[in-house]
């Protein structure tokens, strides 16, 4: 979670509202069948002028059906998509990819291994003038930070990181209004993966193309968007700002696939849960009973006194931070409701010196957890 | 193309109905179809054992072993296979006239075709992930079992693979056996076409043929079995310890010579002795210059109706596999496998009673290239399509190219260099052919295969050799590609990974 996103909390927009009147792209009840077999079934997806969405999901969720089915690649089998004014999928009309105004920027950066870099670049500039096809290369190289001497090489001299800005810059030439990313970081390494997303973000940003990113990465989506959208089994199950569903993801499945979580046994009572770690404010409706109560690991700090207690069972060290299992301790004041629970959970640390196995530890719950149901 | 390619098939089964169940079990069950068949399943059963020990042996030599001069050896057993069969065949038995038989007949396919075990299973060899090895070795095999129980199952693909070329090329091949006077089942048809132009005896031979030939496959697709060898993990592979031969070295060596000097050497010195025996009076035959341009004419025009034919089937099979293009592929393969002979006689029958206009044509001769030598141009180009993925395409949609521009501009330009690697595959296939260029030649159109024929049927050896060297030479190319092809893994894996300077400006900027 960066700092820009945490920032613009103030505009996150209330889950469950709808598509606002701004909207740039609009998907309505899209579905599609791929073989036979239905991959997405009633897709709704509302993405705003100069807004990056990030579709996550598991392989083989449909996400990248739905962006082939945005760029033109695919047809629905109903529903449409309405890019600015036009419709240009839906019963009756059908815009061909070439005349949607779209970029579009696969995993292997998909650069023509037969053309230079310019000529890459300028594939889709034909109506320019040799002069200004020039101009519009080197201005774009300077904005994917790629040196001009660059423009003569061809795609195979090039880096992996370097061919995806080639990429970017290709797609970029026409300023095409809708920008499409499938998953046009995951070949790079790890180093070169966050550059070049935060560049590819600004580059992006500041242009004021509004942007679809396809990924896998959850990390990736949370960090490089300002709407989030999870697909499962070809349904967008949850969207909206990456801080809201993160931290209030709609199902179990949500919550562990954004990130780590910790599900424990609880009883809930109005809007206090009881669990092994104590009494946990909760952010759903007020109801009473046995539910599973999700918390994030880094809502579970380690404290000099408290009445949750633990002992270390095993840590594991990644440097900046460790992972801890721990033991939770039965509470004295357990509610009798929850019967005899044993609870392991794993928590983060940066002190690895906390995190030798037989250390007892206290522990404090920061912030509000989610309930599903039991 | 599908549909024709079945037509050997159709024309077997329609003869055999026509002249009715009782009359074709007398053609097919008389003496002299058994000693035919005696004789075609004891060349392929000798022979084709012969040429694996040899290629895996000599692959493993020179990929293995402390071998001296592996560089110059590991060429030098690829050689062979730029002596088209029948012009081996014309050398030894113009230098040891006394050749006939099954044994000559072992001698010298083993001598023209061991490069067919050894060319794939020297690929795989250098393939094979060393670790294995290693890992068997640490767990105390010594390096006969390890070769045995570790290494050879490994090239079980590529060795069935070469051991089915070698037995289908047994069982096509005409010249080579012709000239010792070794009948096997092509030779008989041939001679049955040539004397009695008697159809129905011709074709049930070839159906029994083709029979041997199913049977070749299916023997070949159940020995290979659902198994698949691959490299489990990642990271390159370690190049291999070589086994150090010490006091084989000698053994080693002088069998590699022997082998060298009777599959090169031998056609080398008599070619050589005709030629010059013959002298500049052999190369200025008035006919030498006409048949060479006729040659290159039809090994043009086979080439590029082969591709033609190629390029719809190939698309399918990478763009939309399924069902259909599989069964296409498929049907393909198996026809092909079918001997030349039998595919032309299927052609001039059909043309005789179907489309008269046909026969005799140079139409239905590249009709008749093109069946035969399809599977040579769809391996290339295959790999050419999935080269240029669909991706490029789509990305071209993107930046705004009409559907058949980006097709036009961006596939067919990438799959350019693949096309012409399957012109010069079937261009170079088409001029060496010879069974099916005699069977289906138009009147007056002669190739320097067929020429090469007629001249040493008549014993004119010294008239002969110019046609044989020009042969050879025409077929050193294609010898040279597979040759590159199963040696050049390593150096392509050298030079695959880009320039590690040319990542450092990315590293820079983020910094």
Known sequence: MTAHNLGSLGAVPSPGTGPLPTAHLQVADVTASYGGRRVLHGVDLAVQHGGITAVVGASGSGKT??????AGFERPDSGE??????TVAGPGAWVPVHRRDIGYVTQDGGLFPHLTVARNIAFGLDDLSRADRDGRVAELLDLVALPREFADRRPDQLSGGQQQRVAIARALARKPELMLLDEPFSALDTGLRAATREAVARILTDAGTTTILVTHDQSEALSFADQVAVMRDGRLVQTGHPFVVYTRPVDRGVAEFLGEAIVLDAWLDGSLASCALGYVPVRNPPARGRVRLMLRPEQ????ADSPIRAVVQEGVYFGAESSVRIRLEPRADADPRLGDVVSEITIRHWNAALTRPGQRVALRVVGEGVVFPA | MAALSLLPLVFVVATAAQIGWAESAALIFRPRVGELFTNTVLLVAITVPLCAVIGVGGAWLVERTSLAGAGAWGAVLAMPLAIPAFVNSYAW?????????????????TLSYFPLVYLPVRAALARLDPALEQAAASLGRGPVRVFFGTVLPQLRLALMGGALLVGLHLLSEYGAFALIRFDTFTTAIMDQYRSTFNGSAGSMLSGVLMLLCFALLLLESRARGRARYARIGSGSASPPGRIRLRGWQLPAQLALLALGIAALGVPAMVIGGWLVYGGARAWTAPDLVPTLLQTL???????????????PLSWLAVRHPGPFSRLLERTNYVTSSMPGI????????????????????????????ALLFLPRALVPLQAGIAQAPQSLEEAA????????RAFFGVTLRLVAPATAAALAMVFLAVAGELTATLLLSPIGVQTLATRFWSLSSEIDFAGAAPYATLLILLSAPMTYLLFRQSTALSTAAASADPDPAASAPTTAETA
């Open chain 2, 93 to 109: 038995v113009s230098a040891i006239p006394s050749l006939a038989g099954l044994g000559s007949g072992v001698l010298l396919a």
């Open chain 1, 81 to 86: 998509v309405v890019l600015g004014s036009a």
């Open chain 1, 65 to 70: 059906t739905l962006l082939r089915i945005i």
């Open chain 2, 342 to 369: 039998v595919l032309a006689l299927a052609l001039v029958t059909v043309s005789l009673f179907v489309v008269p206009a046909l026969y005799q044509t140079t139409a239905l001769l590249l009709l008749a290239y």
């Open chain 2, 297 to 311: 004419g039809l090994a043009l025009g086979g080439g590029l109706v082969t591709v033609i034919a190629a390029f």
């Open chain 1, 300 to 303: 579970v700090q380690l404290v």
């Open chain 2, 397 to 404: 949609q993107a930046l705004g190219r009409r559907p058949l």
